[in-house]
């Protein structure tokens, strides 16, 4: 019963949904609601339990020694902090916005900001000709990269009666290679779930209720 | 060390410096590259110029701090648009730290048109479950935000008397930094039928075109060039066409690098073959 209770109701709900998606009953739309509902319920208390699992985790370092430790101390403390600000002082204004805008969204910003560096460097390193496959990949990414900025539109010329630039040629990547690859890709993805949701709903698929007993 | 040995192995620190350059010194000294519209950007400013005074359109702001630099002149120059047409706008974040990323540009540009909160435009904040949020818009925008941002019931706002589903909604802008643009136009779009178009990073964007092409999404904004663009078509010049002199020469300083790094592979490859030829 410890896994037939899960899998049973898994039937149900999983049914439930698909049924209501293909009718417009009054019945099935407020179950799918109220299923939304929960959810959203559901999703709010995983906040609930994300941190406490940070605290955990952190508390568990700092005991423990553990190496970088002493970071630790710095994400409990960003976390009562902006816990605090908001308590004390609410969302509008005061420190919590001061926090936010002063110190989280810089910190942010600077980290993602770092991949223009890293990333200049990697493709120095990695973009080398060495075969017909990475050549390919080299023109084809040395053309978006052109294109997809202003100064790629300012290169090419005519060719029978036709305007051609860098920027046409990395249009037409994205909007023909590109599009194909992507279209496979979501179509494969596509049915992948849809053979996983199925073999969930029947019962084939069990993994989500963890290692059998 | 061969020289073309040097070419293959120029210090990271030196690539650092480079960049650094490249990406300020445009900023400080604006070169003023000509911007030229795509269909794309087309698209997206159609939708909104197509909008009628009084019409409500949902704003999603998808995106945290960390790719901000490249969102922000879009939702500012997109709520610019809106505002500057009387269009009431229904904004959200489905992320936690987008809230005073929005908060603080719907403000800023509300200002900017003299537009009043809970008659001109709303903020619902975040709600943690961005799927479900998606879906339960479609069958009650109160249901799922009881509350908006500052924890007044959505019963009370005005404009919100007249936004109960996605049927009220005449567009929707997803500005976006991840996926969720896809999953406006899977969900809003294909279930409840409501029009989407969206702004994305660069990275992002590659992933709209299947979406763009087949009439999903029928107008979008890519990455900074996408924002200069549409800051062009509106006519209020931004960080977006700021952005642009400076993208231009750090992708032209990548592309050097990686040319160098090739010539000095293949004289490499070429002394090679010549000294096992000898």
Redesign the interface.
Same mark, same amino acid.
């Given at each position: 019963m410890k896994r037939q209770g899960p899998v049973l109701l898994a039937f149900i709900i999983g049914m439930l949904m698909l049924i209501q998606f293909f009718t417009p009953n009054p019945l099935f739309?407020r179950i799918?609601?109220l299923f939304?509902?929960w959810?959203?319920v559901?999703?709010?208390c %995983?906040?609930i339990l994300g941190t406490w699992s940070l605290i955990r985790h952190h508390t568990r370092k700092i005991e423990r020694k553990q190496e970088n430790w002493q970071y630790s101390y710095v994400t409990l403390i960003g976390l009562a902090a902006m816990v605090l600000a908001a308590l004390i002082w609410k %969302?509008?204004g005061g420190p919590y %916005?001061w926090m936010?805008?002063n110190m989280?969204?810089?910190?942010?910003?600077t980290?993602?900001?770092l991949l223009?560096?890293f990333?200049?460097?990697a493709?120095?390193?990695a973009?080398?000709?060495?075969t017909f496959a990475a050549t390919l990949l080299?023109i084809a990414g040395?053309v978006v990269?052109?294109g997809?900025?202003?100064?790629g539109?300012?290169i090419g010329g005519s060719i029978g009666g036709h305007e051609v630039t860098v920027?046409t040629v990395a249009?037409w990547i994205?909007?023909v290679p590109?599009?194909a690859a992507?279209?496979g890709i979501?179509m494969g993805v596509g049915l992948g779930m849809t053979a996983t949701a199925i073999k969930i709903i029947l019962g084939i698929e069990t993994t989500y209720l963890g290692k059998s007993d | 060390m061969a020289f073309y040995d040097r070419m293959m192995k120029i210090d990271r620190r030196i690539i650092y410096l480079c960049m650094t350059l490249a990406v300020a010194l445009p900023l400080i000294a604006p070169i003023g590259m000509p911007v030229q519209v795509s269909d794309e950007t087309r698209g997206f400013y159609d939708h909104i110029e197509d909008l009628e005074a009084g019409d409500i359109v949902l704003f999603s702001f998808d995106y945290e701090g960390d790719v901000m630099a490249e969102l922000n002149p879009m939702s500012i120059a997109a709520l610019r648009h809106l505002f500057r047409q009387d269009v009431r706008v229904v904004a959200l974040t489905t992320y936690a730290g987008g809230t005073g990323i929005a908060q603080g540009i719907l403000e800023r540009v509300a200002a900017e048109y003299d537009k009043h909160y809970g008659t001109d435009y709303v903020f619902l904040g975040y709600n943690p479950d961005w799927s479900g949020t998606i879906l339960r818009l479609g069958e009650s925008f109160k249901a799922t935000y009881p509350a908006d941002q500052f924890g007044k019931s959505t019963r009370e706002i005005p404009l919100m008397q007249e936004v109960e589903t996605y049927d009220d909604i005449a567009l929707l802008i997803s500005i976006a930094g991840s996926a969720l643009s896809e999953y406006w136009a899977i969900w809003a779009g294909g279930r409840y039928g409501v029009t989407v178009v969206s702004g994305n990073t660069a990275i992002q964007a590659i992933l709209i075109y299947p979406y763009y092409n087949a009439g999903q999404i029928p107008g979008f904004l890519g990455g900074l060039k996408g924002a200069a663009e549409y800051e062009k078509m509106v006519g209020k010049p931004g960080l977006g066409i700021k952005g642009m002199d400076a993208q231009s020469v750090a992708h032209l300083l990548m592309l050097s690098f990686i040319v160098v790094g090739n010539i000095g592979y293949f004289l490499s490859r070429r002394h090679e073959a010549r000294l096992k030829r000898e």
């Open positions: 739309l799918y609601n939304l509902d959810k959203q559901v999703l709010g %995983t906040l %969302t509008e %916005t936010f805008q989280q969204v810089p910190m942010q910003s980290m993602f900001s223009a560096f990333v200049a460097s493709s120095y390193r973009f080398r000709a060495r080299l040395a990269m052109l997809r900025v202003p100064v539109a300012l920027s249009d994205l909007n590109n599009l992507k279209r979501m | -």
